[in-house]
């Protein structure tokens, strides 16, 4: 056994494979520690937050502040409150008044900004432009030149009716994010749903990796059993275990696995139930595999003395045909597994997936960002994580049975 196990991890593809699985469950593991609480809280009353550290404006406002004054803090004020569009529209204006804006960077929002400070009255009143057009460009320069002009905020309060002066907030007035009572990181942002898109996608990957173990387990004990008597006893049990198998070998396992989850209410449907019923679908190849295997096995000279000895089925099997087919076992039931997990998402991108109000998984996950449309809207942090921790797990599990594959196989040992 300690042999094996070090043979294991001489395969530079298992270490690389049992290392990102063992890493993904420890972040399963620790992370609710770190950030406990409901996944499908509802934090945000809008949808799709962008990912970030928020601060409480409510609390910044009265915290504490230091004085600074950075040289670039202007420039980055303009930089940022100038946006793409409003470019577009300074420099469309520039182009109906016939203006030359050649010797200025319209990068340099600074720049821009001086020079349509000093032309826009003669270019507004110059363009040919629509009414809408030219009432949209005086919003523009309103906004612009409230940016400006604005050196300070003044903080009010009503109290009984009066509206009293709290403090004012300058553009030199700094706060150190430490000292706020309420922040939250979201290093993800937030879901269609306002919650926290990282916290729901770690307990999401617990639970997806949960279905995908129970439906291996499933898959993998039926088959393993059906393929075990298929194979050592041979003759009428033989033909009708393989009758079943051929038949269901037929069907596609996907189309099956869906008109079964349809006929049943989503009410009903739970993680550890689509997980026995991925598995109850899954099991054919195993069994064929296994019957294989043990068909070559059954007429060893063990096997035979032990048939002599008059030793019962189930010790013959168990102790002279099941060890010399374990780590085959092992790597069908890691294929099981991957193969669950990804069975799960498929369901739940369908709809027929567990139910959708207490578990989240990373079907489900990928399921609400495409209805809310994060794919066509640049919502990235809504899916691609997802994706991506689909494809570490299935990536791992596979690299880590390729490993075993080539130790155990003797036709691909080095």
């Given amino acids: 056994m300690k042999n094996t196990i070090k043979q294991l991890f001489h ?3 298992f270490v690389i494979g049992f290392v990102i699985f063992v890493a993904i469950l420890l972040t399963i593991f620790i992370y609710p520690l770190v950030n406990p609480g409901n996944p499908l809280e509802m934090i945000g009353i809008g949808t799709f937050a962008k990912p ?3 601060v409480s404006l409510y609390d910044a406002v009265t915290t504490e502040k230091d004085t600074f004054k950075f040289e670039d803090a202007d420039e980055k004020r303009l930089q940022s409150a100038i946006s793409p569009s409003d470019k577009e529209a300074m420099l469309g204006l520039f182009e109906a008044a016939g203006m030359d804006y050649s010797a200025i960077d319209v990068d340099d929002s600074a720049q821009l900004i001086e020079f349509w400070d000093a032309n826009f009255d003669a270019a507004i009143s110059g363009a040919k432009l629509k009414k809408s057009a030219k009432r949209d460009l005086r919003l523009l320069n309103s906004r612009i030149q409230a940016l400006k002009a604005g050196d300070n905020f003044t903080v009010v309060e009503e109290i009984d009716g009066e509206t009293v002066e709290i403090s004012k907030i300058t553009k030199t007035d700094y706060i150190n994010t430490n000292k706020v009572i309420n922040v939250r990181k979201l290093p993800l942002g937030t879901d269609n749903f306002g919650r926290d898109t990282l916290r729901e996608l770690i307990a999401a990957a617990g639970v997806s990796l949960k279905i995908g173990l129970i439906a291996g387990c499933v898959a993998t004990f ?3 059993l059906l393929g075990l008597l298929s194979g050592y006893m041979g003759g009428l049990v033989d033909n009708i275990i393989s009758f ?17 989850n349809y006929s049943i209410s989503q009410e009903l449907r739970g993680p550890t139930l689509c997980a026995i019923i991925i598995g109850a679908t899954a099991w054919t190849w195993t069994t064929r595999s296994v019957r294989s295997q043990v068909i070559s096995l059954r007429n060893r000279d063990h096997v035979n003395l032990s048939k002599l000895s008059g030793h019962s089925l189930f010790r013959i099997i168990l102790t002279d045909i099941l060890p010399y087919i374990a780590s085959y076992v092992v790597m069908a039931f890691i294929l099981q597994v991957s193969s669950g997990i990804l069975a799960e998402a498929q369901l739940s ?3 027929l997936g567990p139910r959708v109000t207490t578990t989240p998984t990373l079907g489900l996950m990928m399921n609400w960002a495409t209805l809310y449309g994060a794919h066509t809207s640049g919502r990235w942090w809504a899916y691609f994580p997802v994706i991506l921790t689909i494809t570490l797990i299935s990536f791992s599990l596979n690299f880590m049975n390729t490993g075993m594959d080539q130790v155990f196989n003797p036709a691909l040992r080095d």
């Fill in 11 to 13: 395969s530079p593809k």
């Fill in 52 to 54: 970030g550290t928020y």
């Fill in 222 to 224: 039926i088959g393993l």
């Fill in 244 to 260: 079943f198998t051929n038949v269901f070998s037929v069907i596609p396992g996907f189309v099956l696995l869906i008109l079964i």
């Fill in 349 to 351: 991108m369908l709809g």
